[in-house]
């Protein structure tokens, strides 16, 4: 496994952090950050870029149910079952003649 120096853990911030600063697009400001910082930290292009893809495996999943979960919201809402849902739930758990708008 590839480890990379604090110098370079430092250089990716501060250049995802000026990126970003200068109104680059988030997602590119994090990702020349990594490259550098990679780079500087004393791994080689491959390595680096290597060491990027495992990194984005990583949070596919979680970003996926995110995303899951707002779709699921944003269908909710739009239809009009939310309303539905959510007396049904009160009127089997919540108190009587308490509703949710």
């Known amino acids: 496994m ?14 995802a952090i000026v990126l970003i ?8 400001g994090m990702m020349a950050g990594a490259l550098v910082g990679g780079l500087i930290g ?4 491959l ?3 290597s ?5 984005a495996q990583g949070i596919v999943n979680a ?6 979960a707002g779709v699921l919201a944003g269908v ?16 089997k758990w919540g108190k009587p003649g308490h509703y949710w708008h």
Request: glycine share 8%; aromatic share 2%; charged share 20%.
């Open 21 to 28: 600063l200068r109104k680059v697009s988030p997602a590119y």
């Open 63 to 68: 970003v996926l149910r995110i995303l899951a």
């Open 2 to 15: 590839t480890s990379i120096s604090t110098l370079g853990a430092i250089a990716a911030l501060v250049v």
């Open 76 to 91: 909710l809402i739009e239809s009009g079952r939310r309303i539905r849902l959510l007396r049904r739930l009160s009127a």
């Open 42 to 45: 004393g791994a080689d292009l």
């Open 47 to 49: 390595q680096t870029v």
């Open 51 to 55: 060491l990027m893809v495992s990194g």
